[in-house]
């Protein structure tokens, strides 16, 4: 068994390093193998305790073990364990957390719902008001920050000092006020862990380390014990290196320790906590080890190390009062290869690329190509590592154009996933459950069932303004539908099942008990609850619990119902903003199969790993590396003052990960010269490498540092601008169709004669292509629907038995216009002109001639035959007067201005003269054929006015002239676009079309011509 070989001989150094840019994780398995024999003893590692950092590392050792046998034979591996970096929430093993006997440590939802709730009690006692669900969230976030920066310091942080430390100060009046705030984690944080006998997560990570090294003091185990790849940031990470030393079989081996640092440069990291290496001799210092007493880890056969490459980058990520004397330095670093700065730069930038492209676009498009290019070598394989996770999938979508499918390591925002979207959608749409936006998400959703239905109620019954308040309003709104209405397209059916549908979601909402528009607060842990049994209730069973999202979902939910315990109660709104922020800051792996060659890696799941190009994107300060956030409690002295571990520990161990990786052996390093569409710059360490590159090669760093990708923005350039460039000169992106069925149009309406001249694109889209114009979603009025509503009221006004006064019409107006979607407010704020506009028209109703008859929305038609192939005119008049002579008058409502005399002369409106057409020869129902003797438009607006058309200086404007006139126009229009290779054109007189019909964007006019018009026209 391992208990009886030891690792490396008798007088073996118990403490080793691997150099940056080896493959560690492989390098360790091989040595470990062959040490042990692996391949001949399966069970020689099985009682080996091998630790490090953490989970994702675990799983590539045992890989790497694996591996080493070849494909061949069986074995029983090490028990692996995680050690937990400094930046991976990783918890402390249950093994050791066992062996302390220790309270329960709270979850990281209950540290923030206690940390929330003793934030909330502070602000109520010493400010008397109620902090905000949101804000006591916020600051238990800060708190908890801060409370895990004490638990990396040296020695516990005494915080009785900080009540001295201020009172010697001469802070600013909002450091007093941050200060006091810290007395809910220097007394009401602990006293609340005594008297509920709960552990303190920070705490506990030291407290199991040192019940462990006491177990192992007690009875050292014999079987190997192995800390690898740990930098030893953490102060339980430390003491467990200093037993481990201590064991017999004991070994630590440190990631990338450089082993050249003089006494000078160690005293300097010592002071420097952003150095890649402060961590590193922060770990020797404890260990009580010198450098000389370090080994280099032993290298495979054939395996070439860049000593080069290794001493420029450390030295480029050295302090900065090192770095000012860099010429010296580099003549130092050359003698060390009894060499020249020249030859020793170019040495150890063989290999590298650093290339800038142009903006984060371009530079995904790069690191996709260089890892495509990466498949075209044998046996190879790339890895992309950056920080910025949008970039990340960014590349992932621009590798699937090639088939080539690479999650991201990191995985994902759970917000992103189907499951978590979902979610966040049931909890915003139980604020609100009628609201027509949110409804519409979560009918539309993937996981939801009957997502035909709720495609159906999206288009037909949810468009336009909200006429509904709740799901059993909007039933019954659906069913008042009516059937006869001409402008519906549903049918009958849909009719049915878009009311049927709505019930069955009234039903599942009040079941799931998520309904929250009628509630001022709700309870956080309940009412994750009722949102958990609503996105079940509405899903396709088994979802959305299903798989990794739905795992990550139902720990989400956890979570929030554990933080909710102590948040207590909070508003619908709060509690979706709630679901959203968490679901946002919950990161899950859709256990997408990887890649066999390539990886895409955050520069923690890049730790410890290798590849034979390794793509360092993101390089832009503030990205890689991401700014130290500001502190919001404490002043940096008084961090010093109280022993407290310094911010920049994380920005030096991001230097060390980038060291690691920048000393691969073919590395490119990419950075934008924009980001966000703003002018951006590159990372510190790039600036710092081409500094001393150009220290010593002076104007020829520039091609130097390109190395062997110079090539690569030209080749992003190309790809970007691929078919750009190829239209002949004469091409344009103008719509000009022509293909339509034979002898159509067959029919068509008055007033789309009218649009035919105007945009006979809009009339081809719709009866060619079958589209039509949605309303958007809570939007307001649109004019036609405010039209209809106000000719409504008028035909309910002449109905017989109505009662004839302003009064009771402004009634009529009130009642139509609020059922069609218009705002109480906006009612009310236009109630006084309204009531104006009824007494004007009472007034214009009683001095007209009806004796002979009044027909209100007469509908008419006329056949013809045009071409040799029929063709049928129709109408709807708003009001058809006949006089005591048996004279016909048409008028025409407009809730807008209606046309001018000037456009009717010039043919472009032509409503009315078709109707006086259809009047005069009898088309419509109910109406004798008689003389047209007035066409007449009344404008019901705020300033009301009626208007004849009149005849004009020429005379030529009569009622019988304008019919002769469209009549002609008319039929020769229809025969025109019934020709073969007729052209149906966007706009083509665009300063005769009155607003967009809707069909602007399909025809991609912005593309073409810069004359779109956004002009008012009134209702048809």
Request: hydrophobic residues 45%; aromatic residues 6%; glycine residues 8%.
């Amino acid at each position: 068994m391992a208990a009886d070989i030891r690792p490396f001989g008798k007088d073996a150094p118990r403490v080793w390093t691997i150099p940056p840019g080896t493959d560690f994780l492989g390098s360790l398995a091989r040595v470990l193998a062959d040490t042990f024999k692996l391949r001949e003893r399966a069970d020689a590692l099985a009682d080996a305790i091998i630790y490090v950092p953490n989970r994702r590392s675990a799983r590539a050792l045992t890989l790497a073990l694996f591996d080493t046998l070849g494909g061949a034979g069986t074995l029983l591996p090490p028990d692996i364990r995680t050690l937990g970096d400094l930046e991976s929430d990783e918890p402390p093993p249950v093994s050791e957390t066992a062996l302390a006997g220790l309270p329960p440590a709270l979850s990281p939802a209950v540290r923030l719902g206690v940390l929330a709730k003793l934030a909330a009690i502070f602000y109520a006692r010493e400010y008397g008001h109620t902090l905000p669900p949101a804000s006591a969230l916020a600051s238990a976030r800060e708190l908890s920050r801060l409370l895990e920066q004490a638990s990396m310091g040296e020695a516990p942080v005494d915080w009785s000092q900080l009540a001295g430390l201020v009172k010697e100060a001469d802070l600013a009046v909002h450091w007093k006020d941050s200060t006091e705030f810290l007395s809910i984690i220097t007394e009401m944080w602990p006293q609340w862990l005594r008297e509920n006998n709960a552990g303190d997560p920070f705490e506990r990570r030291q407290q199991a380390a040192e019940a462990l090294v006491a177990c192992w003091d007690a009875k050292p185990p014999t079987a190997p014990v192995i800390i690898a790849g740990s930098t030893g940031a953490t102060p339980s990470g430390r003491l467990l290196m200093q037993a481990v030393t201590r064991l017999p079989n004991g070994l630590v081996v440190l990631p990338g320790l450089d082993t050249d640092l003089s006494e000078k440069s160690l005293t300097a990291v010592s002071a420097a906590p952003s150095h890649p290496q402060f961590a590193l001799v922060r770990t020797l210092k404890t260990l009580g080890i010198s450098l000389g007493d370090i080994a280099e880890w032993p290298a495979a056969p054939g395996e070439v190390r860049s000593p080069s490459r290794r001493r420029l980058v450390y030295e480029a990520l050295a302090p900065a009062d090192d770095t000012a004397d860099w010429r010296e330095t580099l003549e130092e670093l050359a003698g060390i290869d009894a060499t020249t700065p020249a030859a020793f730069v170019c040495a150890a930038l063989q290999g590298l690329s650093v290339v800038e492209l142009p903006n984060e676009a371009a530079e995904a498009e790069a690191a996709a190509l260089l890892l495509r290019g990466v498949l075209e070598e044998p046996g190879a394989r790339g890895a992309l590592v950056t920080p910025d996770a949008g970039l990340a999938r960014r590349v992932g979508a621009l590798l699937e154009r090639w088939g080539i499918s690479v999650p991201p390591s990191a995985g994902q925002p759970l917000g992103r996933t189907l499951a978590g979207s979902l979610i966040s959608l049931c909890a915003r749409w139980a604020v609100d459950p009628a609201d027509p936006v949110t409804l519409s998400a979560v009918l539309k959703h993937a996981f939801v069932r009957n997502r035909d239905l709720g495609n159906l109620v999206d288009l037909h019954f949810l468009r336009g303004p909200r006429r509904w308040t709740s799901l059993l309003d909007l039933a019954e709104l659906i069913e008042q539908h009516d059937p006869e209405d001409r402008h519906r397209a549903f049918s009958a059916e849909d009719h049915t099942q878009g009311a049927a549908f709505i019930l069955e979601l009234s039903d599942i909402v009040a079941a799931s008990g998520a309904d929250f528009s009628e509630s001022g607060a709700v309870n956080v842990a309940v009412a994750a609850e009722r949102i958990a049994a609503l996105a079940g209730a509405i899903s396709e069973t088994p979802l959305p619990w299903a798989g990794e999202d739905g795992a990550g979902a139902s720990k989400l939910l956890e979570r929030i119902r554990d933080m909710g315990t102590f948040l207590g109660d909070v508003t619908p709104r709060e509690m979706a903003d709630l679901v959203e922020t968490e679901c946002a800051s919950l990161t899950v792996s859709l256990g997408e199969p990887e890649h066999s060659r390539l990886s895409i890696w955050g520069p923690l799941e890049a730790r410890l790993q290798s590849a034979d190009l390794v793509v360092l994107a993101g390089l832009n300060e503030d990205v890689w590396p991401a700014k130290t956030p500001p502190d919001a409690f404490l002043p940096r002295r008084f961090r010093t003052e109280l022993g407290m571990a310094d911010p920049d520990e994380r920005l030096g161990l991001s230097a060390h990960d980038f060291a690691q990786l920048a000393c691969a052996p073919r590395v490119a390093m990419l950075y934008s010269a924009r980001r966000e569409d703003a002018p951006a710059v590159a990372s510190r360490w790039v600036w710092r490498l081409r500094t001393l590159a150009q220290g010593a090669l002076f104007e020829a760093a520039p091609k130097v540092l390109l190395g062997a990708y110079g090539a690569l923005p030209g080749w992003v350039r190309a790809v970007q601008s691929e078919g750009i460039g190829t239209q002949t000169a004469a091409f344009s992106a103008e719509p000009r169709p022509t293909r339509r069925p034979a002898a159509w149009p067959r029919r068509m309406s008055v007033t789309r004669i009218d649009r035919l001249q105007r945009d006979p694109y809009s009339i081809w889209a719709e009866d060619i292509l079958g589209l039509r114009v949605i309303d958007p979603m809570n939007g307001p009025m649109q004019p036609n629907l405010k039209g209809t509503a106000v000719h409504r009221a008028i035909e309910l006004l002449e109905e017989g038995g109505a009662e004839k006064s302003a009064a009771h019409l402004a009634r009529l107006l009130e009642r139509e216009l609020r059922e069609t979607g218009e705002a109480e407010a906006d009612w009310l704020s236009r109630e006084a002109i309204w009531e104006d506009v009824a007494n004007w028209f009472l007034g214009w109703r009683a001095a007209r001639d009806v004796s002979g008859g009044l027909a209100l929305e007469a509908k008419g038609e006329l056949p013809y035959e045009i071409g040799g192939e029929k063709f049928v005119l129709s109408a709807q008049a708003d009001r058809i007067e006949i006089g005591a002579t048996g004279e016909i008058t048409i008028v025409d409502f407009k809730t807008g201005s209606a046309p001018s005399d000037k456009m009717i002369r010039t043919g472009f409106d032509q409503q009315m003269p078709l109707q006086a057409l259809i009047a005069s020869k009898g088309g419509f129902e109910k109406v004798r054929a008689a003389p047209v003797a007035g066409l007449e438009y009344v404008e019901f607006k705020g300033k009301p006015k009626a208007r004849s058309i009149g005849p004009g200086k020429e005379g030529d404007l009569t009622p019988a002239a304008m019919a002769a006139r469209a009549e002609e126009g008319m039929q020769r229009l229809i025969a025109d676009y019934r020709a073969a290779g007729a052209v149906f054109a966007s706009a083509p007189r665009v300063q005769f079309v009155k607003y967009d019909y809707g069909y602007n964007l399909l025809a991609r006019r912005a593309e073409w011509t810069s004359d779109t018009s956004d002009g008012e026209g009134g209702d048809e």
